[in-house]
């Protein structure tokens, strides 16, 4: 999507490489793009988004954290039109708290297509969206980002997997990737013991780093399995 005026000619394949694209298994459609971009695209505004969503975005005091957030929410409506064939404005995601049974927060999902997973993911500038069969689930970080301290780290991620990338002279880029991948999967609802997970083996992770927007991105989702109804699940511990 470099410049913006390419990013409504996106290809719905999956291939590596591709500007903006994802790369990701059959039916699963996942762009990654810089605020700006989005912002720009022909196909969305934000008088998209529903009356719910514009009632958080007065709570945000931050313009270009509120700029992040509408741009990630109208990214996902256009990987949901991908999806379904159907135009941005024909798909309304939808939000719920498992906990405490309120609308707004939790993870996104599709009430008129409940066989697709949906996610999404901003930080500084990026977002990132995914929309596919099954669970699915995308986050994005600025590439000169550096997740810590690793006491933290140990206690969320692989301890081994930490240590290891501590080894290495600078390991701030692989505690990066080793986070991101945490995220994704955790969004998907891969994590131990998740209700409605896949088994082993199921489950696929992409990782890549968009050297065009500086941005590092990881996409978690089921590989093989039929599309199947999905509940709303926690929100991850970002937020994001």
């Known amino acids: 999507m470099t410049p913006p005026p390419a990013v409504p000619d996106l290809p719905p394949s999956r291939a590596p490489g591709s500007a903006g694209v994802i790369p990701a298994g059959a039916g699963v459609f996942a762009l990654v793009a810089t605020t700006a971009e989005v ?19 007065a709570g945000i005091r931050v313009p270009g954290r509120r700029d992040d957030v509408v741009a990630a929410r109208l990214l996902l409506r256009l990987c949901a039109s991908r999806a379904t064939g159907l135009p941005p404005d024909a798909v309304a995601p939808a939000q719920r708290c498992p906990g405490c049974g309120r609308d707004g927060h939790g993870r996104p999902y599709l009430p008129d ?19 596919g069969p099954g669970p699915v689930g995308v986050d994005v970080e600025p590439l000169t980002r550096r ?3 690793p006491p933290v780290l140990r206690r969320l991620l692989p301890p081994d997997a930490v240590d290891a990338a501590c080894a290495a002279p600078d390991p701030g880029p692989a505690l990066l990737r080793l986070w991101v991948r945490r995220e ?8 131990a013991g998740a209700e409605g997970g896949p088994g082993p083996g199921e489950t696929r992770l992409t990782e890549w780093t968009d050297h065009r927007r500086a941005a590092v991105v990881a996409l978690a989702y089921a590989d093989g399995l039929p599309g199947r109804p999905l509940s709303p699940g926690p929100a991850p511990p970002s937020g994001r």
């Open 184 to 191: 994704a999967l955790f969004k998907a609802g891969f994590a």
């Open 39 to 57: 912002l720009a695209h022909p196909e969305l505004d934000e008088r998209l988004l529903a009356p719910w969503e514009r009632r958080r975005l």
């Open 147 to 149: 997740p810590g301290p």
């Open 113 to 131: 297509h409940p066989a697709l997973g949906a996610s999404l993911s901003h930080a500084d500038g990026l977002v990132a969206a995914a929309v």
